[in-house]
């Protein structure tokens, strides 16, 4: 069975710092991995999304790598902003029916 | 439509009424999950469906939860009885074909009391 994980739960950093949010999965069978961002109360808005032939994908101050055999990605975030304060989980696809397994979420704060 | 819409946004329920919550994928989008969000935690799967197709329930919790897609567009998800442990976020996603990643809609915050 496909187990997502992401540590820590919580993170809190001053604005300008750039960071890492780490996700690991057991199973490296994956189609890909998607990072997604949470704001309270709203749903999941995908912030990358990478195939499991690909290495990284960048979207603006965004980065985020795939390192499936050792069942690894991490999502770079670079000059961070207070507005970036919301809660990230990564999720990966596997399975005949494409079924996605999330980790619980890490919730990040950017302190002005 | 632009994105996956779901309604209604909120939704509070008596213990034990019945309650139904529709999905309304992006056209053309062949698959259709249904996730279950409780607080603190990350959405767990409950059902997929490729058109009209129900191919996997197996995360459905209890045989009060029913889902369908009639005709291979907008499903409902309806709760049968409701109980407290039944009060999360429901989130749909709907996806091209397999591979190429899901988007999601707001979801419905249903609240049990």
């Known amino acids: 069975k496909q187990e997502v994980t992401q540590i820590p739960a919580a993170l809190s950093v001053p604005e300008g710092e750039n960071l890492v949010l780490n996700c690991s999965f057991t199973?490296?069978?994956?189609?890909?991995l998607q990072w997604f961002r949470q704001d309270p109360g709203k749903g999941l808005t995908s912030l990358l999304l990478i195939q499991s032939s690909q290495r990284e994908q960048t979207s603006g101050r965004l980065n985020a790598s795939l390192d499936k055999s050792s069942g690894r990605s991490t999502l770079y975030i670079a000059a961070s902003q207070p507005g970036d304060s919301a809660t990230y989980l990564c999720?990966?696809?596997?399975?005949?029916?494409?079924?996605?397994?999330f980790g619980k979420g890490i919730t990040l704060s950017v302190r002005p | 439509g632009a994105g996956v819409s779901q309604s209604p946004r909120y939704k509070v329920a008596k213990r034990g009424q019945d309650v139904a919550l529709r999905c309304d994928p992006i056209?053309?989008?062949?698959?259709l999950f249904w996730y279950q969000q409780a607080l603190g935690q990350g959405p767990e799967f409950l059902t997929y469906?490729?058109?009209?197709?129900?191919?996997?329930k197996s995360g459905l919790p209890s045989d009060r939860f029913f889902a369908e897609r009639p005709e291979g567009s907008v499903s409902t998800l309806k709760i049968q009885r409701t109980q407290q442990e039944d009060s999360a976020v429901y989130l749909c996603?709907?996806?091209?074909?397999?591979?190429?990643?899901?988007?999601f809609g707001s979801g419905t915050r249903l609240t049990v009391v």
């Open positions: 996603a709907s996806s091209t074909r397999t591979g190429f990643g899901y988007t």
């Open positions: 199973d490296s069978a994956i189609y890909n």
């Open positions: 999720a990966v696809e596997t399975g005949a029916n494409s079924k996605l397994t």
């Open positions: 056209s053309g989008h062949v698959s």
């Open positions: 469906f490729q058109n009209e197709a129900q191919l996997d």
